[in-house]
Structures are given as C-alpha cells and as structure tokens.
C-alpha cells in the first residue's frame, strides 16, 4: 500500500513488528505507534517462543531478529516437582525474552526506520486519534478501540474456571519447569521457565476453590508472595518470587479472558494481537501469534495496496481471512490445553512418567474423553508406530465429537 499513514494504538510487539514491516516495504509510509505506558517503563517478565519463529522473523527483518536471538535464553526439554515425587523429560528446543527487552529491541528498531513513538499517550477511543488511512487496534485483550464497535466485531469473551497470576523469580530455570503442590484446599501449581541471566518467569495457578481456600482472594500482595514462596519451596530452592509494583494488588489474580470476534476489521480500523484473538498462555504462544498478525497484515497492504487507501478493505479481508484459518488449529490446541488444567484431579494422581506424558499429550481432543491410563499405553504404542500415528491424528478430532456428544468428562 503506497504511502499511507498509519495508527496503531497499543505498544506490544504487534503494533510495533507491524510498524516496521510497513516502512520496510514503503518508507513513504507514515506510522505512528501510541503507548499509554511511559518510555522505558517494565510491565510483565519474560515471553516464550520457538525455532520456527525466529526463522521466520529472519526472513522478513534480519536485523532485528539479530537482535532478539541474542537477547534471548534457550532450554531444552522439562522437569516436574509433582508432590514428593519428580521426573525430568528430553524434548524440543524452546526460546524465551524478557518482555520489555523484546519490545525496547522492537522499539528501538521501529525508531531508526523513522516510525515515530508516543508514549504515555492515553487513547480511550478513536476521537483521540488524528485522521488516517488504517487505524491498528493492538490495545489487548481488554482494547478500548475494539470495546467501542463490540457488536459490530461480534467480540465474545469467555473466561476460564481457574485463577492465574504472572510473577518472577531470581531462580533461573535452565528447562521448563512445572511444580504441582497439594494443599488443604486442593491443588495448586506452577510454570517456570527462565528468560534471562538473572530471572525467570513463574506462572501460579489454581482452582478459584483452592484460590479462595488459602485466602488469596483476600491476602495482601506481599503476604500472598509470601505464602506461594512457602508452597513452592523445593521449586524455588530458597529465592524469592517477585510481583508487580504497578498494578493493584488483587488486580494480578485473573481468570483467563479468551477473546475472539466475528469480523477483525470496521472501517478502516483493524484488530491485531490479543485484541483480536487470545489463546490460553498454557501454550506459550501469545507473543508468536502476535507477531504473524504483523506479518500477515503488512503482506496483505503491500499485496492489495498498490492503488493506495483504495485497496484497504481488500487487504482487511485478505489479512482476516489468512489469520482465521490459521489460527484454527491453535486455538483448539489451547482450549484443550485449559481443559487439562481445569480437569488436573484427573490426573494428578497417575505415575510421574505417566502424568508428564499426559501433560505434554494435553492438547488431544481425546484426552478428557479417555481413561489416562489407557490414553497414555495408546500413545505409547501410536507412538512408535507411524500409521497408527496417522490414524489417530485422522479420527481424534471425530471420535472427541461424538464422545463430547454422549457424555461428560470423568
């Protein structure tokens, strides 16, 4: 799309990989990216990724996937605390970035292709906004832009059973690690993976039972810290866990917030990022799919665009309509994923092997629907067998429908 100018509202990766893109294939272009947050401000700790996206991030900005290669960590493989019990798994190679490193990278390089950068700009809608050709909706999850014309997006949240919290810690986990600790008020568990040299990203989660059961509805933050410190002891081997200083105390528990909507685009305003889709952080892919959206749009502007703003809806359409398809398999992937977790008493009791198994398998449509003994002696036979590999890939997702049709998970 020749010479347009461009808002993107929002300062994650995805408004700011966007940004780049664009003046990459047209300088003429004049992009705009405004955050609410100051310059230079922490939100959040690290984010997780995978060889293939770097690879692809590669081919579109060598230099700034340079960059982010450099700044980030790797692991390979797994380890669980499950109880007094333990087991360690040898898998794929996995990358991790602190999250406000990969945007001062991402920031960084915007500026010096000549994107211009406000911050602390707060956009409730968009009247706040001067005239444009395309308007980028990457405010989140919770995006004002998108929450103004919700019917028209067709937006619909759901949320999930359980209740999360994001922290750090000064522990730095060189494998994945997961840590599933019985209380008196049920179960409660950890994701832990390093991002840096000094951090690590720790992920706590429970049942709103068990949440309410050990008070932390109501515990001050700190004490709350305290408190999971005191759960996690083994994990954390005597550092501290961290939480965030710049938001209300209760605020850091959630419950996942699943957004999806009908249409991505109204106007000439599109939806990028976790304001037009959010998939559970159980699959660790937030940040990556953000980052394709980028990729797509700016493809379909410069693909569409070659007779100026004219060509927008078109591009708008071609970029929903690729985006769409290819996220279908991923969102059913991390539907599953919070199933699993949501369902983890049917589980938690199985033999370490056995249950860390189940653990990386939890994506299958079948899972819920299958004893976990007799799932996890299937997968190890399908495993090693490659047309029985391919036959249950072919009738999982059927057999799962007609198991959901007749009865509920056990």
Aim: glycine share 10%.
């Amino acid at each position: 799309m020749v010479g347009v100018k461009i808002e993107c509202v929002g300062g994650g990766p995805a408004s700011l990989y966007l940004a780049i893109l664009a003046k990459l294939r047209d300088p003429a272009h004049e992009v705009t990216v405004h955050e609410r947050h100051a310059a230079g401000a922490s939100h959040g700790w690290g984010v997780t990724y995978w060889p293939d996206l770097l690879e692809e991030l590669r081919g579109h900005d060598p230099e700034s996937a340079r960059a982010i290669a450099e700044q980030s960590v790797s692991w390979r493989g797994g380890f669980a605390y499950v109880g007094e019990r333990t087991t360690a798994h040898d898998g794929d190679v996995g990358h991790a970035i602190g999250r406000h490193r990969l945007r001062t990278i991402l920031a960084d390089r915007a500026r010096e292709l000549g994107v211009r950068l406000e911050y602390g700009v707060e956009i409730g809608g968009r009247e706040d906004l001067p005239d444009a050709d395309l308007v980028v909706a990457g405010d989140g999850a919770h995006s004002r832009l998108r929450t103004q014309s919700a019917v028209h997006f067709g937006t619909r949240v759901t949320t999930g059973a359980n209740r999360f919290v994001w922290l750090g810690t000064t522990r730095v986990f060189t494998a994945f690690t997961f840590a599933f600790v019985e209380t008196g008020h049920g179960w409660i568990w950890c994701y832990a993976y390093g991002y840096s040299g000094g951090h690590s990203t720790c992920v706590v989660e429970c049942s709103e039972a068990t949440w309410t059961g050990l008070g932390l509805d109501r515990l001050d933050h700190g004490d709350a810290l305290r408190l999971l410190e005191k759960l996690f002891t083994t994990m954390l081997d005597g550092h501290p866990l961290l939480g965030r200083t710049d938001i209300e105390s209760h605020a850091q528990w959630q419950a996942f917030p699943t957004v999806t909507n009908e249409t991505w685009s109204h106007g000439n305003l599109a939806l990028i990022g976790d304001a037009a889709h959010t998939t559970h952080y159980s699959i660790g892919a937030g940040t990556s799919l953000a980052l394709r959206d980028a990729v797509c749009l700016a493809r379909a502007l410069a693909a569409e665009g070659s007779s100026g703003p004219s060509g927008l809806p078109a591009a708008l359409a071609r970029y929903e309509r690729e985006r769409k398809q290819a996220l279908l398999s991923v969102q059913s992937a991390a539907r599953h994923s919070a199933q699993w977790y949501e369902n983890l008493p049917r589980y938690i009791g199985l033999e370490p092997r056995q249950m860390f198994a189940l653990l990386g398998q939890r994506h299958s449509p079948l899972l819920p629907y299958v004893p976990p003994q007799l799932y996890y002696h299937l997968d190890q036979t399908v495993g090693r067998l490659p047309s029985l590999r391919r036959l249950k890939q072919s009738l999982g997702p059927r057999l799962a429908r007609a198991l959901q049709s007749r009865r509920p998970p056990a």
